[in-house]
């Protein structure tokens, strides 16, 4: 099936259970964009940011769905060496009654974190970490986004800008977003997640092995060792 006629079967679909079908640029509130939704199940994704819809354009592979998956698989590993973390992809996160976001990938805390699932699975209030894949810097994951994602308290912010070639790893200090400064071999290494481990410039050139062989280094530090220890006790 083509796009256009996806998104006219899709359209069709919501109309013939009496809801209105969701719009690029709508504003509603929660409650109406989830019911709008939920009405259009041929629709993969959609955001409520800051009241207003957005639905992204169709998902190319170079662009997205590779850097998409080698950043899923990076976080995959942490969490399958890591008790009391877990990844969610392409999971809709309900923030307040103006936002819902449904972010490339996340990665919680399961216990004693931020947020919690729900009793209809869906997750309720931030993340640790979020990780989106955007264009570049003009994308909207860089400004309304960023704000929302800072303002709700999402303690780290990974941004991949395909067309710029560039990682941005923001960390929220005293309620603002900074870069995290890589370290003097030029790996990143997150403050919330002990041991997770980004090896940038190979996460860039599409080298996977290193990245997950510096992921690996982390992984079996004196500080994941200890985290691990802590989460353990607590879980």
């Known amino acids: 099936m083509s796009i256009s006629s996806q998104s006219t079967s899709t359209q069709a679909s919501a109309v013939a259970r009496g809801v209105p079908p969701l719009e690029n640029g709508d504003q509603l ?15 993969k994704k959609a955001e409520l940011i800051e009241g207003v819809v957005y639905l992204p354009s169709p998902v190319r592979y170079e662009g997205h769905g590779r850097q998409h998956s080698a950043l899923n698989g990076w976080l ?6 890591t008790p009391g973390v877990a990844v969610g992809d392409n999971t809709t996160v309900r923030l307040d ?12 805390l399961t216990t004693g974190g931020q947020s919690r699932v729900a009793a209809d699975g869906f997750i309720e209030g931030p993340p640790e970490l979020v990780a989106e894949v ?3 810097s003009v994308a909207y994951d860089l400004h309304q986004k960023l704000d929302v994602y800072r303002r709700h308290g999402v303690r780290e912010y990974i941004v991949w800008r395909t067309v710029d070639n560039a990682i941005d790893w923001f960390v929220l200090r005293d309620g603002r977003y900074e870069h995290l400064s890589p370290s003097e071999a030029e790996i990143y290494k997150s403050e919330i997640f002990p041991g997770l481990w980004l090896d940038a410039a190979a996460m860039l050139q599409g080298d996977l092995a290193r990245v997950l062989k510096t992921l690996g280094e982390g992984i079996v530090s004196l500080e994941h060792e200890e985290f691990v220890q802590r989460m353990t006790q607590t879980t």
């Open 76 to 81: 995959v590993v942490y969490s399958a060496s």
């Open 29 to 43: 509130t929660r409650p109406e964009f989830e019911r709008r939704y939920e009405a259009m199940p041929h629709l």
């Open 97 to 108: 009654l103006d936002n819902e976001p449904q972010p490339d990938i996340l990665l919680r």
């Open 134 to 136: 955007a264009s570049s």
